[in-house]
C-alpha cells in the first residue's frame, strides 16, 4: 500500500527539476535494484511486489499492489520494484592525469547516455564530462540504459567549450575527416570528445580537438549510432 | 485524403504475417523515403502531408492531412511522408566466399537489429544471416532503425543450427572467454556469430565455433550493448 502523495513524489522524480531540489531518483527492476543493494547504494525507500524476493538489506521495503507498481514505474513492463535512491554528494574533483576521459557534447537520447556510461564502465573509464544540455544522468531512462554502470562511471556537467581550451592534454574528437582511429598511436592519458548523432562535435568545440580520429567507412552507411561509434573507439584508445 | 480500408491496410503492415502475404512494408520519414526514391527502390504508394517536398519521382503521391499520417505513422512524431514499399524478391543465394558474413542468434530486439545492419553497411558487410526467431528485418522499428542501410544488406533467414556446421570457413562467436578480439589475426573470410544481450550464443550453435573471441573487459560493468559488441568486433574483423 502506497499513499497517494507518496505516489505523486515517486512520479515527480521523472521530472529533473524536482531529481534536483531534492537529491533523489528511481531505478527499477530486479536486477538494477539487486545490484545497488548489494553495492552498498544509498536507498531512501524500496516498493515492491510481495512476488520480490527481498536480499538482506536494513532498508524497509514497502509491499505494493501490481496497479500501484504500474503507477510508478516507467517501464513498459514493470519489474517487480522500483526504488527511490539518493545521488551522491557532487564533488568538482576531476582528475585527468594518467587516464583517459571521456566527454560529451549534446547527446540528448537517454538511452545513447546510458549506453555510453556502460561503455565507459565497460573498458575502466571512470570519469564522463558532459555540456550542459547533455540528458541528465538520473533521468529514469538513462539509469535502465546503464544497467547498474552509473554506480562506477562519474558524469559532472560543465560548459565545454570553456573547459576545454584549459586542459593541457591531447583532445581526441571523433570527425568524419580525421586520423584512422585503428592506427592511431594510443594516447597514456587524453580527452575523447563525442558529439550526438545529429550534429557532430559543434563549432564552439571543434577547435579544441588536436587529434581529430575516424571510423573508416567500407561501405554505404551515412553515419554510425552514437553508441556504436564510442564504442569503437574507446576500444582503441584503452586497449 | 485516405479511404478507411488504405488506412486498415497500411496500419496492417506492422503485422509480420501481413507483411509476409502481400510482400510490402512501411518506411517513414523525410529522409529515409527521400533516400528510397533516390536508390529506386520500388515503392508501391506514398502518403504525405502538403509540407512534404516531393523528389523527382514517377511514384503517384497521396496527399493526406495530419491526422491521417499519424494513423499511419508509428513514430512518436510522424515526419511528413509514410511510404508502402515492396520487398525484393528472395534469393537463396548466400556467397560466403572472399568475405564477412554476420550471423545472428535470437536477436528480437529491433533497435539492435536495426543498429547491427547499419553497422554491417558501414563496415562493407553486405550479408547477414539470421536464425528464425530473430526478428523480422521489415518490421517497421528495424527499417527505421537501419537508417536506410536495409537496402544495402541482405537479410537471410535459416535454421542456423542445422545451417554452421555445413561451412568450411572459420566461424568467430562473441563469447565471454574467447582470444582477445584485438590480437586476433584478420580472416580473408568468415561467418560471425553474434548473440543476444539476454541469451548470448545458444547452446545448440556454439558448438560450431571454430574462432571464440572476446571484447577484455578493464572495468566493472558486466556486459555491452548487442549493437557496441557487434560493432567493436566487426571493426576489428574488417580492419
Known sequence: MVSKSELKYIQSLSDKKVRL???CFIAEGVKLVG??????YPIRAIYALDSWDAPDTSIEVNRVEAFELEKMSLLQTPNQVVAVAKMPSKTDAINL???????????QDPGNLGTIIRIADWFGVQQIVASEDTVDVYNPKVI?????SFMRVSVAYKNIADWLP??????YGALLEGENIFTTKLPKQGILVIG????????????????????????????????????IIVAQLTR
Chains 1, 2 share one sequence.
Open 166 to 171: 584549459t586542459l593541457q592534454l591531447p583532445v
Open 97 to 107: 592525469t594518467g587516464k583517459l576521459t571521456i566527454v560529451l557534447d549534446g547527446i
Open 144 to 148: 535502465q540504459a546503464t544497467m547498474g
Open 21 to 23: 531540489e531534492t537529491g
Open 196 to 231: 550526438s548523432e545529429a550534429k557532430g562535435i559543434r563549432e564552439n568545440c571543434i577547435d579544441f580537438i588536436t587529434h581529430p580520429v575516424t571510423i573508416p567507412k567500407i561501405g554505404g552507411a551515412e553515419s554510425l549510432n552514437a553508441g556504436v561509434a564510442t564504442g
Open 35 to 40: 545490484e545497488m543493494i548489494a553495492a552498498g
